[in-house]
């Protein structure tokens, strides 16, 4: 997806997770695991909301503690939103 968007970039940090940067105007997608307990946690741009996510392991997803929605399909339906080209391979 990089490679067909202008502007956007990944950044990995070892201290404050991923960062999605989507470009000019379109805002970032922020990740990071909270340890105790352990939480997928993601800050969405296109609602300006923010996720915990428990692993499922009998499903092998992320699932929102919130109402039970799977991270990726959030994700990759904020990341259409967007008007991004391409789409990610999760």
Not at 46 to 69: E, F, I, L, R, S
Request: glycine share 8%; hydrophobic share 40%.
């Amino acid at each position: 997806m990089v490679e067909a968007n202008a502007g956007m970039r990944v950044v990995r940090d070892a201290q404050h997770g991923l960062e999605v940067e989507l470009g000019p105007d379109r805002g970032s997608f922020m990740m990071h695991v909270e340890s105790e307990p352990q939480r997928l946690v993601l800050f969405t741009p296109v609602t300006a909301a923010t996720y915990k996510y428990h692993w499922d392991a009998a499903n092998g997803q992320w699932v929102a503690d919130c109402d039970g929605h799977a991270m990726e399909e959030l994700f990759v339906r904020d990341i259409i939103y967007t008007g991004l080209q391409s789409f990610p391979q999760l």
